[in-house]
């Protein structure tokens, strides 16, 4: 079966920093999170994959097309969502819905205005005067309403609050009820994606240190805690990364049975996805 979306190698290189050799898939039916730091190049590899910025080599196919050769006809098929208003604050809904049932040759005003009102959102008042958790709300009702087999968030949970971001999480979690359709969820809100992702793929400083089934990662990561004394008699071919502080140390294991039945007298739970990137972010080579 065709991934809904197959990155190999991709690049992007600017003076302060690069992207190298980024590889991923979004098969059918799922939601892949990606984490990582600020600057660590999740948005940037959004824009190459969208075709906003070209990419320095690699390929990226949606579809099993080329993003770039076939631009036209995959976008038709992309639902985007931002972590910003993509509309003018002087539009209202119903002239979003105008414009982009031009744009659209699959556009849905049925559909569009289902979402207007589940969401509560009124069709004749200027986007300006939405709060932020509406304007989001009317950027998934967009983003959803010419029925998408793809749907790519950008920290589109960012800042709504607990009962806003929950059901957009639900609607997430329909949207792939259609198993032809996929999500690419970047977030740096680890909680959502452990709640809906069914694989992570997690890049620091412009590499991709791993894209994997999240359940093996809640399986098989560990971190293990010690006082740093204990911790100075460990094997560091052990460990992926440690964090050392003046009393305690944590480390993280990529085997956490493994580690289990050789450490037997310490602590080694399993890794949530916001310890990960802490430790890479803070912490170092054993």
Known sequence: MEPLLELKGVCKSYPSFSLQNVGFTVPEGSIMGLIGENGAGKTTTILLILNEIRRGGGTIRIFGKDNIEDETAVKEQIGVVLDENCFSGEFRARDVNLILSRIFRTWDRDLFYRYLSDFSLPDDKKIKDYSRGMRMKLNIAAALAHRPRLLILDEAT???????????????????????????????ITSDLERVADSITFLHEGKIVFSRAKDELEEHMGLLKCGASQFERLDPADFLRVRRGAFQCEALVADRAAAGKKYPDLLIEAAPLDEIMLLYAKGETA
């Open 158 to 188: 960012s800042g709504l609050d607990p009962v806003m971001r929950s059901d957009i999480l639900d609607l997430l979690l329909d949207f792939i009820q259609d198993e032809r359709c996929g999500v690419l969820f970047s977030s740096h």
